[in-house]
């Protein structure tokens, strides 16, 4: 090296004597691929993911019973609960938009309303030991807070801020609640991913038609078919076949009484999602 003294050229050495120098990352012998599993971090835990324009939108008729059948849940399983946001959020982007905002801000706006329905449930539960936890607790210590309660409750937007990657169309960040509690499932290498929406899962015509709904489907099948009406974001697909640990979903009517319950058990009540 040369001397620190020294003043600074254009050719001054900036190395520092390390067991690094022989550029780590360059090396061919240390960056090629390993076949090694990935650990399951959380493989006892089961992620609800609650609409918030399907249920929570809805008030204490739809609310109310998911609090009690979510209640009637915890002596027998472990829960990360997250929200998404609902229709205050269309007209928040409405807004964005109008004013020129980036995809980030939007996101960080849209997400405070999922924030809000995630503190109404924490709320509806605090009795019972669940309480709200920001992204960051859940991102570093969420093993810690789970050994002391049954459930959590989280806000399910990903904290993208204003790093969120501009869409391909339009400006409306892609990465939504759905999209977010997908991606918590799988880096967690959790049990299940349920989402509870307002609709009994995928149907290939109109919705409520039981001669097109479909109990079971491949992502490639769905995207082939270009269902209109998707009850979960269509980002999911894409991150599902991309995923190491969550090779499927299940879609789940919340405001039918005992679905979630039957599906945390292991029950196939709804539409399950599978990678191809």
Same mark, same amino acid.
């Given at each position: 090296m040369?001397?620190?003294?020294?003043?600074?050229?254009?050719?001054?050495?900036?190395d520092?004597?390390s067991?690094?120098?022989?550029?780590?990352?360059?090396?061919?012998?240390?960056?090629?691929?390993v076949?090694?599993p990935?650990?399951?971090?959380?493989?006892?835990?089961?992620?609800v993911?609650?609409?918030?324009?399907?249920?929570?939108?809805?008030?204490?008729?739809?609310?109310?019973?998911?609090?009690?059948?979510?209640?009637?849940?915890?002596p027998?399983?472990?829960?990360?609960?997250?929200?998404?946001?609902?229709?205050?959020?269309?007209?928040?982007?409405?807004?964005?938009?109008?004013?020129?905002?980036?995809? @980030? &801000?939007?996101?960080?706006?849209?997400? /405070?309303e =999922?924030? *809000?329905? !995630?503190?109404? $449930?924490? +709320?509806?539960? #605090?009795?019972? @030991? &669940?309480?709200?936890?920001?992204?960051? /607790?859940? =991102?570093h *210590?969420? !093993?810690?807070? $789970?050994? +002391?309660?049954? #459930?959590?409750?989280?806000?399910?937007?990903?904290?993208?801020?204003?790093?969120?990657?501009p869409? !391909?169309?339009?400006?409306?960040?892609?990465?939504?609640?759905?999209?977010?509690?997908?991606?918590?499932?799988?880096?967690?290498?959790?049990?299940?991913l349920i989402?509870?929406?307002?609709?009994?899962?995928?149907?290939?015509?109109?919705?409520?038609d039981?001669?097109?709904?479909?109990?079971?489907?491949?992502?490639?099948?769905?995207?082939?078919?270009?269902?209109?009406?998707?009850?979960?974001?269509?980002?999911?697909?894409?991150?599902?076949t991309?995923?190491?640990?969550?090779?499927?979903?299940?879609?789940?009517?919340?405001?039918?009484?005992?679905?979630?319950?039957?599906?945390?058990?292991?029950?196939?009540?709804g539409?399950?999602?599978?990678?191809?």
């Amino acid at each position: 090296m040369s001397d620190p003294a020294a003043p600074a050229t254009a050719t001054s050495a900036k190395d520092v004597p390390s067991a690094l120098m022989r550029q780590t990352l360059l090396d061919r012998e240390l960056v090629k691929p390993v076949d090694r599993p990935v650990i399951r971090l959380l493989p006892w835990l089961n992620v609800v993911a609650i609409g918030g324009t399907a249920i929570m939108d809805r008030g204490r008729d739809a609310v109310l019973p998911l609090v009690e059948e979510l209640r009637d849940a915890l002596p027998e399983h472990r829960m990360l609960i997250l929200t998404g946001a609902g229709v205050r959020a269309r007209h928040i982007l409405g807004v964005g938009l109008d004013l020129g905002l980036p995809p @980030g &801000v939007l996101g960080g706006l849209a997400a /405070t309303e =999922a924030e *809000q329905y !995630a503190h109404l $449930l924490a +709320a509806l539960l #605090a009795a019972d @030991g &669940v309480s709200y936890l920001p992204h960051g /607790t859940v =991102a570093h *210590q969420l !093993a810690a807070h $789970l050994s +002391a309660s049954r #459930a959590v409750v989280a806000n399910g937007y990903p904290p993208y801020g204003v790093h969120e990657f501009p869409p !391909a169309v339009g400006k409306i960040p892609p990465h939504r609640a759905d999209a977010g509690a997908f991606l918590l499932a799988d880096a967690y290498g959790v049990a299940q991913l349920i989402y509870v929406k307002d609709v009994d899962g995928v149907f290939t015509g109109e919705i409520g038609d039981p001669a097109g709904f479909r109990r079971r489907i491949g992502v490639g099948e769905l995207r082939g078919m270009g269902v209109a009406a998707l009850p979960v974001d269509a980002l999911v697909l894409e991150l599902m076949t991309h995923a190491k640990h969550v090779k499927q979903v299940q879609i789940v009517n919340g405001l039918t009484p005992g679905n979630v319950s039957k599906a945390l058990a292991g029950d196939h009540v709804g539409t399950i999602i599978h990678a191809d």
